[in-house]
């Protein structure tokens, strides 16, 4: 007998029970799986925005897109995606079926960065890309916004300004309010001392903040920091202030 070529047969019978097995294992209908629940993911990580899971949970039941209790291949995640991504306060979604008999959902907020409560009446949010959001009764720890502010200057001027702020903590802690002039200049009301830093027209704002924070660290450190009543950086290479 010709073992290597038995051994071949044999290797070959088993490989292709093997491949029967596995197939028909594989191609069997999972109709009894049946979804356990949803597991979300606030999936901004530690930036905080306004909805929570129970928000999204809640979404869920309103417009009967809730998966629990459904058998798993009759769950759309294509069409819960579409149906939470036409909400207000999500910028995207990802859903997508576990092993586990758990639909995943993947949200994406969208993140609040400043509250305008301009000078004509309007209390709004908005977004990092300075897209207006609608209200909410969650309390947030925001800049405020205030003074002559229309959505297009929001848009274009004041969220890359709120940004700039946003990206260094010093700023994100010393600024509590900025208020926008009738000729669109800015100025800060900081947390700490009891003036007004003018920025003057909002251009510029990385280099007038570095100014700014060198005056606090060698002027102020040793003048006081409630000796003047008006601090403006508008021009360059150069500091005015107005005495209390």
Same mark, same amino acid.
């Given at each position: 007998?010709?073992?290597k070529?038995?051994?071949?047969?044999?290797?070959?019978?088993?490989?292709?029970?093997?491949?029967?097995?596995?197939?028909?294992?594989?191609?069997?209908?999972?109709?009894?799986?049946?979804c356990?629940?949803?597991?979300?993911?606030?999936?901004?990580?530690?930036?905080?925005?306004?909805?929570?899971?129970?928000?999204?949970k809640?979404?869920?039941?309103?417009?009967?897109?809730?998966?629990?209790?459904?058998?798993?291949?009759?769950?759309?995640?294509?069409?819960?995606?579409?149906?939470?991504?036409?909400?207000?306060?999500?910028?995207?979604?990802?859903?997508?079926?576990g092993?586990?008999?758990?639909?995943?959902?993947?949200?994406?907020? +969208?993140?609040?960065?400043?509250?305008?409560? !301009? =000078?004509? &009446?309007? $209390?709004? @949010?908005?977004?990092?890309?300075?897209?207006?959001?609608?209200?909410?009764?969650?309390?947030?720890?925001?800049?405020?916004?205030?003074?002559h502010?229309?959505?297009?200057?929001?848009?274009?001027?004041?969220?890359?300004?709120?940004?700039?702020?946003?990206?260094?903590?010093?700023w994100?802690?010393?600024?509590?309010?900025?208020?926008?002039?009738?000729?669109?200049?800015?100025?800060?009301?900081?947390?700490?001392?009891?003036?007004i830093?003018?920025?003057?027209?909002?251009?510029?704002?990385?280099?007038?903040?570095?100014?700014? +924070?060198?005056?606090?660290?060698?002027?102020? !450190? =040793?003048? &006081?920091? $409630?000796? @003047?009543?008006?601090?403006?950086?508008?021009?360059?290479?150069?500091?005015?202030?107005?005495?209390?």
């Open positions: 007998m010709n073992w070529k038995v051994a071949l047969v044999f290797f070959g019978i088993v490989l292709a029970v093997y491949m029967v097995m596995a197939m028909t294992i594989f191609n069997t209908p999972d109709e009894e799986v049946i356990k629940g949803v597991s979300i993911n606030m999936a901004n990580g530690h930036v905080k925005g306004f909805l929570t899971e129970d928000d999204v809640r979404m869920l039941t309103v417009d009967h897109i809730n998966p629990q209790g459904q058998s798993m291949p009759h769950v759309n995640v294509r069409i819960i995606e579409e149906t939470l991504r036409g909400k207000e306060l999500i910028d995207s979604v990802e859903c997508y079926k092993q586990d008999g758990f639909v995943c959902i993947d949200i994406y907020q +969208r993140i609040p960065v400043v509250r305008v409560m !301009s =000078q004509d &009446g309007a $209390n709004y @949010y908005v977004d990092n890309h300075g897209k207006p959001m609608p209200g909410t009764d969650y309390p947030c720890n925001l800049i405020v916004a205030t003074g502010i229309t959505k297009a200057y929001a848009e274009k001027w004041l969220v890359p300004m709120v940004n700039i702020i946003l990206q260094d903590p010093f994100q802690n010393q600024i509590e309010q900025l208020n926008v002039l009738g000729d669109g200049s800015v100025e800060l009301v900081p947390r700490v001392g009891e003036h830093a003018y920025l003057g027209q909002p251009n510029n704002i990385d280099k007038k903040l570095d100014r700014l +924070r060198k005056f606090y660290r060698y002027g102020l !450190s =040793q003048a &006081g920091w $409630n000796k @003047y009543s008006r601090v403006s950086v508008e021009f360059d290479n150069q500091i005015v202030c107005i005495r209390k």
